[in-house]
């Protein structure tokens, strides 16, 4: 099983950046993808952005053009820059990792962090 460490979040104003990061721990040579998913309040968890091992990526519509991912296989490390946030950028952000990822979620999960933007 693979561990996974989130930092990075907190309270930001519309237009501002902010910048979450991951760590993997455990088993990280069974890591393919890595990513983020978000969950807003009274809403389902969503994709947001993944990466595989080789650098490929998938983003959600909603975030193209704003938000950037990267990962360090070496240090199994998953960062996601959020810039020009807006307040539906509000949710708690998971980091997800696994031998693959779809829209709804891969195989291990963090525990969250809380993102809010204000209007």
């Known amino acids: 099983q693979v561990q996974l460490v989130e930092s990075g979040g907190g309270l930001v104003q519309a237009g501002g950046s902010l910048r979450l990061s991951c760590a993997a721990s455990g088993r990280p040579f069974s890591i393919n993808v890595m990513g983020w998913y978000r969950q807003a309040p009274g809403k389902q968890r969503d994709l947001v952005a993944t990466?595989?091992?080789?650098?490929?990526?998938n983003y959600t519509d909603s975030v193209k053009g704003r938000f950037t991912i990267s990962r360090d296989n070496a240090k199994n490390t998953v960062d996601l820059q959020m810039n020009s946030l807006k307040p539906e950028d509000t949710a708690v952000y998971y980091c997800a990792a696994g031998p693959y990822c779809s829209v709804s979620g891969c195989t291990d999960w963090g525990t969250g962090t809380l993102v809010t933007v204000s209007s």
């Open positions: 990466m595989t091992r080789g650098g490929g990526t």
